[in-house]
């Protein structure tokens, strides 16, 4: 139960940064996320990953401090497995809408 929560809170706000990428505040919440995720259960591989995640996520956030919140996002943020399997996600939807439109042209 604790663990299905702790998954939404820190879906929560991947969403907000996927919104706002470079948004100091939106980068704490993940963080703070993340490190939840690991402080449930440390000694699990899932929880080794929201660890390194945690931390270069603060490490974003800290650097934004004080600058815009418009921009691309960082690398430490992009090269996380959430934001990764979100692009791959979005990727496949893509393909699956260019498939779907390619028999419905050739039928017309």
């Known amino acids: 139960q604790n663990t299905?929560?702790?998954v939404m809170q820190?879906?929560?706000?991947?969403?907000?940064?996927l919104i706002r990428p470079c948004d100091s505040s939106a980068l704490c919440h993940l963080g703070y996320a993340q490190?939840?995720?690991?402080?449930?259960?440390?000694?699990t591989d899932a929880a080794a990953r929201a660890l390194r995640d945690s931390r270069l996520t603060f490490h974003t956030c800290i650097g934004l401090e004080?600058?815009?919140a418009a921009g691309e996002p960082l690398s430490e943020i992009t090269g996380q497995q959430w934001w990764q399997d979100k692009v791959a996600?979005?990727?496949?939807?893509?393909?699956?809408?260019?498939?779907?439109?390619?028999?419905?042209?050739?039928?017309?």
């Not at 939807?93 to 779907?100: P, Q, T, V």
Request: glycine share 4%; proline share 7%.
């Open 10 to 17: 820190e879906k929560t706000c991947q969403k907000g940064v």
């Open 35 to 43: 490190l939840a995720r690991y402080d449930d259960e440390p000694s």
């Open 66 to 68: 004080g600058k815009p």
């Open 89 to 108: 996600q979005e990727e496949a939807e893509k393909k699956a809408a260019e498939a779907a439109k390619k028999p419905a042209a050739a039928a017309a």
């Open 4 to 6: 299905e929560l702790l």
